[in-house]
């Protein structure tokens, strides 16, 4: 059974950078594209960066693009997420997905495993 653990997030300032990191374990890491979504009471839960299997391809939310990197070591069986210039709109639990497939989507219920999510609050 695969399980991802996230971890890294807390309680910035706007325009400050903080790094997510995800564990996978229990699978075949590079069988699965990887992604990051974020949750809040407002807008849900909401795709924000994905990566394909090898890291060749990625994708961004508009929100994030510029300011949000999503990398993997698939020697680690980890994948990250680097965040910059963060704004207080940024401020959701944060959660890691796999999906058992060469490409991305960004369509939450696509997704075959989730980690637990961690807290990234934004103040302003």
């Known amino acids: 059974q695969v399980q991802l653990v996230e971890s890294g997030g807390g309680l910035v300032q706007s325009g400050d950078s903080l790094s997510l990191s995800c564990t996978f374990a229990?699978?075949?890491?590079?069988?699965?594209?990887m992604s990051w979504f974020r949750q809040t009471p407002r807008e849900g839960r909401q795709f924000v960066a994905g990566i394909n299997w090898n890291g060749g391809t990625t994708f961004y939310a508009d929100s994030v693009k510029g300011r949000f990197t999503i990398s993997r070591d698939n020697a680690k069986n980890t994948v990250f997420l680097q965040m910059t210039d963060l704004k207080p709109e940024d401020t959701a639990v944060y959660y890691c997905a796999a999906l058992l497939s060469v490409v991305v989507v960004y369509v939450a219920d696509d997704y075959d495993y989730w980690g637990q999510g961690t807290q990234v609050t934004v103040s302003s």
């Open positions: 229990g699978g075949t890491f590079i069988s699965y594209s």
